[in-house]
């Protein structure tokens, strides 16, 4: 059974950090791109982060660059998004990703396998 797992959502106060975490099972997770995506309340789902196959290559959106960092485990099939000064700005639900190649694309059509998010509050 294809499943990518989030966990690591939680209501914070502005600046405080979070890790969110992404396990993938049932599926090749070494060859393939990972993104992060976030829809928040009345807007369209956006790219956060991605991931190239081996690590090598990230991307992060000019409004997380410098507080978010995406790194992965393929030992571990595990995808992370470490969040710091985090903003009420950045409150939505966070859904990672598998891309459809092995290196990074920026929308959404670029991603076969989706995750059914966490929900990430910040409050100020």
């Known amino acids: 059974q294809v499943q990518l797992m989030e966990s690591g959502g939680d209501s914070v106060r502005a600046g405080e950090s979070l890790r969110l975490s992404c396990v993938v099972s049932?599926?090749?997770?070494?060859?393939?791109?990972m993104g992060w995506y976030r829809q928040s309340l009345g807007k369209e789902r956006e790219p956060v982060s991605c991931?190239?196959?081996?690590?090598?290559?990230?991307f992060h959106d000019d409004s997380v660059k410098g507080r978010f960092t995406v790194s992965r485990d393929n030992d571990k099939n595990t995808l992370a998004l470490q969040m710091d000064a985090l903003q009420p700005e950045d409150t939505a639900i966070y859904f990672c990703?598998?891309?459809?190649?092995?290196?990074?694309?920026?929308?959404?059509?670029?991603?076969?396998?989706w995750g059914q998010g966490t929900q990430v509050t910040v409050s100020s």
């Open positions: 990703a598998r891309a459809l190649f092995g290196n990074c694309g920026l929308l959404a059509a670029d991603y076969e396998d």
């Open positions: 049932g599926l090749r997770f070494d060859d393939r791109a």
């Open positions: 991931i190239s196959w081996d690590g090598h290559s990230t």
